[in-house]
């Protein structure tokens, strides 16, 4: 089974949120031992870069960026992504987006 990650599940796991921490490092870990295959939106790679540089530093940025290419499939966005995401008239649009792909 193919499961695309909210951005979120990342960084509840990064900053340590409650209550969602302990959650999302369970459904990750089903990712890293292949008991899924996860997925990330292509977007998701270049906003945790971004907030992992400015929050920590290039280096720590580039790392995880390197980690999440290793570990997961990298969901495209085209130009029909967020057309779609409209079409299907969700309360939230990051969330319709994200289901376009996985």
Do not use: C
């Amino acid at each position: 089974m193919r499961a695309l990650f909210d951005l979120n599940v990342f960084l509840d796991v990064l900053q340590e949120r409650k209550p969602h921490y302990t959650s999302s490092a369970a459904v990750l870990s089903n990712a890293l031992t292949g008991d899924i295959i996860g997925v990330i939106p292509a977007h998701g790679v270049t906003t945790l870069y971004y907030l992992v540089a400015r929050h920590m530093n290039k280096a720590r940025a580039n790392s995880l960026v390197d980690w999440l290419i290793d570990r997961f499939d990298i969901a495209p966005v085209d130009r029909a992504t967020p057309v779609r995401a409209r079409s299907l008239k969700m309360r939230d649009f990051e969330d319709a987006g994200s289901r376009q792909r996985g």
